[in-house]
């Protein structure tokens, strides 16, 4: 038998020398000759008709090579994971939906050039009623985020029959628990360098997703995939942020347009406007147990605020609803998930993929139950804990390991030991 | 950023060049200037960069005073035998400004001049009966510290005055004091209320006292109302409880990004309590 | 535009250089210098990833101007160590797992070694305090606060 030299072992991480040295290159380290620095015009408003866009007197300005409006972009002009609804760059006529929607694109010789040009651009924006609360987006009458309406996605998971479930219970519980919208702030800000060669675009930029960058830079620039190459460079820090497009189509097109090689350096302001967050999730539960607290009914309705584009939202949504019963068993479940647009900042993958919020709510749900009926918050979890050949809230049975009721009693006895008590 | 750099290698030159160029910036440690620079929430015209000047460096002893100059930095304080010695309470406050790296750069003159109300020095510079020395070409004048805050960011400074000396009183027998920072994580944070306390205690009567608070007012402030029913009283636990109560009375925070009025309203009363309490112990007074 | 010249001792080598008042530290060690190993992660004084050693102390790079450094000494991660000759730091994080996305590894670095200059035997609290300053996003302080722990107790490498 092979020895195995990974698994079970401690591995040295492959690249920690470069690292350790400052040898290792993230995106913002690289420099090419007559490199451009590429820079981005953002909507301060929240909901509105682009009317106008002038760039003539920005184009006037000495040092600089393109501006791009939404008419330069020759492919979709729509980016997006799961669904393309996001503008690459919002053409005139066409609806802003946050702060920070890209309505010009600039490079120039410098950062500092770029800068004072792109407040020469010229715009006329038509303000609408913004919508922020998934609540009043839901509702009839509301300001529309999109045309085909602010809900993006519902999923549903029923099993079995919690109305008269909850009747029988010995202990039903309800509660409504929120989370807030959060920040990835990876220690690296989005950064990229773009440059054709021949009829190859090249992009080395830090992501998660090199591949869905090549994608979605094809489609925008109406090229051919094999007309597209992005490496992706030592990266730092993601955390689910930067799976979405930041600044790669932006140079994609820049570097097209001025055929010369063109680099962006997001600073952090303008990489916490742009870029994705955790979804802000309201989740309305009732929860029923027996007599000796083993679970019988779950009832929730999630509602994920996706912001303005959907990017994962409705992956995150689902997964809510896959994980809205948490690691126990329920034979009784009605859960609706709702993805909703609002003109919030865009909300995406974050660690956890929407599973974090909704541990929030059947924690809660839980010690309020134990409570109820007189045991330990630790009795009712390992009570119902999923265990091998059990099935989840979707009927997935597990075959294999199960990892929570190991955790439970873990965290058990190290909580014994801190706190010098009896759990 | 676009300005004109000037580097005085001594007072003269500086009064030459505060005096005979336009808008001056006197740029210290940075760590606010850069990053107001960088935002582009001011942009000087001039940048008067006091590092090279000799004179505004330096702790120095004097009588019942010590003389700290503006230049010196978070970590010289910090680090200082002298000021840990016989006025603790400066060194306790400069180790809970910012990060290492902040205090490394970060100046006491800056800390007073950037006229933040939250600046960590200054309250526990009041409670030593701080003073400021502002020198100008005209002369040198002596101000008590808590008079040249106007508001937050604005110093009254008369044009052409540089801060040339900060002084504060050493600890006597029989005198202790405290600082507190109450901030939203225990590094590189701007303190959502901070506060010092200074106590004399003649047997275990209250002689004389000097409570002051940061963060709950448009600049620092000294709790002096309080003060005065502290004077005379006993010095134990109900009275440093009742103070604390008092104190929550007389302030008048604000709600801001950091903190609601109540909380702070409510925090200050437990800096006020602890920071007694911590003081008389340092004297002796109050078993741990 | 008017320039200074100003002279320095960067990474242990004698510096000549002629630059812009406006220059801050960050920017000509990783525009006119070439050493990108230092890093800008917030620009404010926050994040710590931008740390360089002035005349062995941590500070900010991104709040400092390259002005300042006439007549000091600067060392940058680039200064720690050589790809032959790593500094114990640089070993010892390789070898405890402390490195992640590795943004924050080089200001980490100099944040432990002006620790370890003056205090060859630090508890965790000491450490913890020491990099304050620094943020890890990836959350690996604890290989981190080990790493500089053994370091202390390693010769050279």
């Known amino acids: 038998m092979v020895e195995n030299r990974v698994v079970g072992k401690s591995v040295k991480k492959i690249d920690a020398k470069e690292k350790v040295l400052g040898t290792a290159l993230y995106a913002a380290d690289i420099k090419k000759k007559e490199m451009l620095y590429g820079k981005i015009l953002t909507s301060n408003i929240t909901h509105g008709i682009l009317k106008s866009i002038n760039t003539e007197k920005a184009k006037a300005v000495k040092g600089v090579h393109a501006v791009l409006t939404g008419e330069d972009v020759p492919g979709l002009n729509s980016t997006g994971m799961i669904i393309r609804d996001e503008p690459v760059i919002v053409k005139k006529g066409d609806k802003i939906r946050k702060i920070g929607d890209t309505l010009a694109i600039i490079a120039a010789e410098t950062e500092e050039i770029a800068e004072n040009a792109l407040k020469m651009i010229e715009v006329e924006i038509e303000e609408l009623t913004p919508v922020f609360c998934p609540y009043e987006a839901m509702k009839e009458g509301a300001p529309q985020v999109h045309e085909k309406g602010n809900i993006l996605s519902v999923r549903k998971i029923i099993k079995g029959d919690v109305e008269d479930t909850f009747s029988k219970c010995a202990a039903v519980v309800e509660g409504t628990f929120k989370t807030g919208i959060q920040e990835h702030a990876y220690i690296e800000p989005e950064a990229g360098i773009a440059e054709v060669v021949g009829d190859v675009i090249n992009v080395w930029c830090c992501t998660q997703n090199p591949h869905m960058d090549r994608k979605e830079i094809a489609a925008n620039l109406n090229v051919g995939l094999q007309k597209v190459r992005v490496i992706q460079t030592t990266t730092g820090g993601g955390f689910g942020g930067k799976l979405d497009e930041s600044v790669q189509i932006h140079l994609a097109l820049l570097a097209k347009a001025t055929n010369k090689p063109v680099k962006m350096v997001y600073s952090r302001e303008e990489s916490i406007i742009y870029t994705g967050k955790r979804h802000p999730i309201t989740m309305k539960y009732k929860t029923g147990c027996d007599a000796q607290g083993m679970l019988l009914a779950m009832e929730c309705e999630i509602v994920a605020d996706t912001g303005a584009y959907a990017s994962y939202g409705p992956g995150v949504a689902t997964r809510c609803a896959v994980h809205a019963t948490g690691p126990y068993y329920v034979p009784n479940v009605k859960i609706t998930a709702f993805c909703i647009y609002t003109n919030n900042p865009r909300s995406g993958a974050f660690r956890g993929f929407g599973v974090p919020q909704v541990a929030l709510a059947h924690e809660s749900q839980l010690d309020m139950l134990a409570e109820k009926i007189g045991i330990t918050p630790y009795e009712i979890r390992i009570k119902n804990a999923l265990r091998p050949n059990m099935k989840t809230a979707t009927d997935q049975l597990l075959e294999q390991s199960v990892g929570i009721t190991k955790t439970l009693e873990a965290a058990k006895t190290r909580a014994e030991q801190l706190l010098k008590i009896r759990l | ?288 | 535009m008017n320039t200074i010249n100003i002279s320095f001792k960067l990474n242990g080598k004698d510096m000549k250089m002629e630059i812009k008042p406006q220059l801050l530290l960050l920017d000509m060690l990783r525009e006119e210098l070439g050493l990108t190993g230092t890093k800008n992660g917030c620009g404010e004084g926050d994040c710590g990833a931008c740390t360089v050693l002035f005349d062995g102390k941590p500070i900010c790079s991104c709040l400092a101007l390259a002005v300042n450094a006439d007549g000091h000494e600067i060392t940058t991660v680039e200064g720690l160590g050589s790809e032959e000759k790593l500094d114990p730091l640089q070993q010892a994080f390789i070898d405890e797992g402390a490195v992640q996305c590795g943004f924050c590894t080089p200001g980490m670095l100099l944040s432990a070694k002006a620790l370890l200059n003056k205090n060859n035997d630090p508890s965790d609290a000491e450490i913890k305090r020491a990099i304050s300053g620094n943020l890890c996003r990836c959350t690996g302080y604890t290989k981190i606060v080990k790493a500089i722990k053994k370091a202390a107790k390693m010769k050279e490498v």
């Open chain 2, 1 to 288: 950023m676009d300005f004109v750099y000037h580097n005085p290698r001594n007072l003269e030159q500086l009064f030459n060049i505060v005096n005979g160029t336009g808008n001056c910036t006197l740029f210290a440690g940075g760590t606010d200037l850069l990053v107001k620079m960088k935002k582009k929430l001011i942009e000087p015209e001039n940048i008067v960069d006091l590092k090279g000047i000799d004179d505004l460096k330096g702790i120095v002893p004097e009588g019942e005073f010590l003389n700290i100059k503006p230049l010196v930095t978070h970590d010289e304080i910090e680090n200082s035998e002298i000021i840990k010695k016989k006025a603790y309470v400066i060194a306790e406050a400069a180790a809970q400004v910012g990060s290492p790296q902040i205090r490394n750069m970060g100046t006491v003159g800056g800390n007073i001049g950037n006229a933040s109300p939250a600046a960590d020095i200054v309250p526990a510079l009041l409670v030593l009966d701080a003073k400021v020395e502002m020198q100008s070409i005209q002369g040198q004048e002596e101000k008590e510290l808590l008079s040249v805050f106007k508001g937050p960011g604005q110093l009254s400074i008369k044009k052409g005055q540089v801060i040339s000396n900060i002084k504060a009183r050493v600890l006597a027998e029989q005198e202790g004091a405290a600082f507190m920072k109450s901030g939203q994580r225990k590094a590189l944070a701007i303190s959502v209320i901070n506060g010092a306390v200074w106590l004399k205690v003649n047997g275990n009567k209250i002689e004389d006292v000097r409570i002051a608070l940061g963060a709950v007012a448009p600049t620092p402030i000294r709790l002096f109302d309080v003060e005065k029913w502290l004077i005379g009283r006993e010095a134990n636990e109900d009275v440093f409880k009742k103070a604390g109560e008092m104190a929550k009375e007389v302030v008048k925070p604000i709600d801001d990004i950091r903190s609601s009025a109540e909380y702070r309203k409510t925090v200050s009363a437990a800096i006020v309590y602890n920071g007694l309490k911590t003081a008389l112990q340092r004297i002796g007074g109050l078993s741990q």
